[in-house]
């Protein structure tokens, strides 16, 4: 399932800006055009999934928590894996850290990286991306 495909607005056809007018509306209209006798191969995957979209976009502190989550969500590439800091080696003279990939290639991160508040760093051989999990401590 990719990103888009879970999010509620999505699945309802509404903007992040609907009223709740807007989306009891949308969520009818998904209701109807998912229904087994108008679309006769639906799943009833595709109904629960509209109905748990309207559940939550419905509710003011579930919506909130939804938009939440969703701003976490790093935009572009999926990452392959979460691998923290600790698991790089570093190399203190140029203030970077690196990991092995798969391929043969490598992973770096500068401080630098993570002063700009960096986390998916691509290998540099292969096009895999991976999320390196780290805190920042203020002086």
């Known amino acids: 399932m990719n990103h888009d ?13 609907a009223s709740a007018k807007d989306i009891k509306a949308a969520y009818h209209r998904a209701l109807l055009a998912a229904h087994p006798d108008k679309k006769p191969h639906s799943k ?16 003011p502190v579930r919506r909130a928590q939804h938009d939440s989550d969703r701003q976490r969500i790093p935009a572009g590439p999926r990452p392959a894996q979460v691998i923290s800091l600790a698991e790089f080696d570093e190399v203190p ?11 043969g290639g490598s992973y770096a991160i500068t401080g630098a990286d993570m002063d700009g508040g960096m986390h998916l760093v691509p290998c540099t051989s292969c096009s895999e991306v991976v999320w390196v999990g780290y805190e920042l401590v203020k002086d």
């Open 93 to 103: 003279e140029q203030e970077r850290w690196t990991h092995a990939c798969r391929c």
């Open 5 to 17: 495909e879970d999010d509620c607005y999505t699945l309802l056809g509404v903007q992040r800006s």
């Open 44 to 59: 009833s995957k595709d109904i629960h999934a509209i109905q748990q979209a309207y559940r939550v976009l419905s509710d």
